[in-house]
């Protein structure tokens, strides 16, 4: 959903959120699913112009740096169009209406999610809602746009219900340990989210098995190029 580009912190992750129409998955062992030692990804680049790749969709667990990547391929690659998803929940400092995130009020939410108007939409922590507007996706791909979606695990689910056609790219870091690092060093969470965030990204991360191709996060400029080489542009 989001990511949607994301807020600007330090890794710019997007939250974690709850599919309001599929179970959460059960939390696994760290160890189980350290991404240590990963190669980055193997499969082949979709081609140039491939109608069944022109959505791409980037989701991995929290604070794997979802947000940084895309505002990369947003900065150095013009030609790619990122969604901007909708929430409702109040705007951090730098964010901006419309660039970020589209701050809606919970009757705006309500009327989207009535409407159809939306891809797909999650409750986040119980909390605000988010959700990838459906108008802005259908306007790029008719436009033969290169497209990018960035959300979160429960969001491409929904995704790949509907356009099981998408290209799904898995994030990952390049271990547990580093993970954790870079959510206690954003700062931006009490004690208690951050357990929490990291209890769901332990499920998350085994999710991986359902992308068509993984990426690792061990640098920013090489995951960006690597995600741009997949959605089948030069870099």
Same mark, same amino acid.
């Given at each position: 959903?989001?990511?949607?580009?994301?807020?600007?912190?330090?890794?710019?992750?997007? =939250?974690? @959120? *709850? #599919? !309001? %129409? +599929?179970? $959460? =998955?059960? @939390? *696994? #062992? !760290? %160890? +189980?699913? $350290?991404?240590?030692?990963?190669? !980055? %990804?193997?499969?082949?680049?979709?081609?140039?112009?491939? %109608?069944?790749?022109?959505?791409?969709?980037?989701?991995?667990?929290?604070?794997?740096?979802?947000?940084?990547?895309?505002?990369?391929?947003?900065?150095?690659?013009?030609?790619?169009?990122?969604?901007?998803?909708?929430?409702?929940?109040?705007?951090?400092?730098?964010?901006?209406?419309?660039?970020?995130?589209?701050?809606?009020?919970?009757?705006?939410?309500?009327?989207?999610?009535?409407?159809?108007?939306?891809?797909?939409?999650?409750?986040?922590?119980?909390?605000?809602?988010?959700?990838?507007?459906?108008?802005?996706?259908?306007?790029?791909?008719?436009?033969?746009?290169?497209?990018?979606?960035?959300?979160?695990?429960?969001?491409?689910?929904?995704?790949?219900?509907?356009?099981?056609?998408?290209?799904?790219?898995?994030?990952?870091?390049?271990?547990?340990?580093?993970?954790?690092?870079?959510?206690?060093?954003?700062?931006?969470?009490?004690?208690?989210?951050?357990?929490?965030?990291?209890?769901?990204?332990?499920?998350?991360?085994?999710?991986?098995?359902?992308?068509?191709?993984?990426?690792?996060?061990?640098?920013?400029?090489?995951?960006?190029?690597?995600?741009?080489?997949?959605?089948?542009?030069?870099?």
């Amino acid at each position: 959903m989001s990511t949607d580009p994301d807020a600007p912190s330090v890794d710019g992750t997007e =939250p974690i @959120a *709850t #599919d !309001p %129409a +599929a179970s $959460d =998955p059960a @939390a *696994t #062992d !760290p %160890a +189980a699913t $350290d991404a240590a030692g990963a190669e !980055p %990804a193997t499969a082949q680049p979709a081609a140039t112009g491939d %109608a069944q790749r022109r959505l791409t969709v980037l989701a991995g667990p929290t604070a794997v740096g979802k947000g940084t990547v895309s505002a990369a391929v947003r900065r150095l690659y013009p030609q790619v169009w990122l969604s901007v998803s909708a929430t409702t929940r109040a705007p951090r400092p730098g964010e901006v209406d419309g660039v970020h995130y589209h701050f809606v009020d919970d009757a705006e939410f309500d009327r989207m999610v009535a409407a159809g108007e939306l891809l797909e939409w999650a409750v986040v922590h119980r909390r605000a809602r988010y959700g990838t507007p459906r108008g802005p996706v259908q306007q790029a791909l008719e436009e033969g746009r290169a497209a990018l979606l960035e959300i979160d695990l429960q969001g491409a689910r929904q995704v790949r219900r509907s356009m099981p056609e998408a290209h799904f790219v898995f994030l990952a870091p390049p271990s547990w340990d580093e993970l954790v690092r870079r959510l206690v060093g954003r700062g931006t969470e009490t004690a208690e989210e951050r357990e929490r965030r990291l209890a769901t990204a332990r499920a998350e991360l085994a999710a991986e098995p359902e992308f068509d191709v993984t990426i690792v996060n061990d640098d920013v400029g090489r995951a960006t190029a690597e995600l741009v080489r997949q959605m089948g542009l030069p870099v």
